[in-house]
């Protein structure tokens, strides 16, 4: 996977930038790009000498999530087969492998704890947008 061009220019020209790890693990494995820290709460299996920024900034955490949605009008059947088929995938040893070679980390859980966790992540963040006073432009 490449980096899109004007993020790798951007990186290329020194400047300090937060790539997701599927984008900058290649990068980061052939020497081209120096990682400082990973921004999950714990280290990751793929660069394990890697200190998270929680080692410096302790409470720090920010980890990219990737889950389904559908309206919520679609049949529970529907999403209770959706949901048992991505998990089921997810458990491949084949895809686990490629998963883990891009550093990412899957978590199989049901729709309702996912919901959870997207709630959860939706208050941590408001949070962070309310004390830092953030408004929209």
């Not at 061009?5 to 693990?25: D, E, N, S, V, Y």
Request: glycine share 6%; net charge neutral; proline share 9%.
């Amino acid at each position: 996977m490449k980096l899109p061009r004007r993020k790798f220019l951007h990186l290329a020209a020194g400047a300090a930038a937060l790539p997701t790890m599927p984008l900058a693990i290649a990068q980061i494995k052939a020497g081209k790009l120096r990682a400082l820290a990973v921004t999950s709460a714990m280290r990751s299996p793929a660069l394990p000498d890697l200190p998270t920024i929680g080692d410096f900034l302790p409470g720090y955490e920010a980890t990219l999530l990737n889950g389904l949605g559908a309206p919520r009008d679609v049949p529970a059947e529907i999403i209770d087969q959706l949901n048992k088929e991505t998990n089921a995938t997810l458990a491949d040893p084949g895809m686990k492998a490629r998963l883990a070679d891009l550093g990412s980390e899957p978590l199989a859980m049901t729709p309702a704890d996912f919901g959870e966790l997207l709630a959860n992540e939706a208050e941590k963040w408001a949070k962070v947008i309310r004390t830092a006073n953030i408004k929209p432009e």
